[in-house]
């Protein structure tokens, strides 16, 4: 079933997914800024580790 979801592109990533708490343009700022960490994770309302993450290219892989 995996392999179909990919293959069909009918897997729920980034925006499209229901319980998405940031938007294509929060990312995008979030890999550009130069704020702290914990700064930018209250600014959201996420979780430090998912800023670093996201900094990683670890999620929102799919966003250049």
Known sequence: NLLERKANHTTAHGEGHGRC???????????????????????????????RDIRANRRWKHLP
């Open 21 to 51: 708490k940031l938007t294509v343009e929060a990312v995008q700022s979030i890999r550009k800024s130069k704020a702290k960490t914990d700064i930018l994770a209250l600014e959201f309302g996420i979780s430090p580790i998912t800023v």
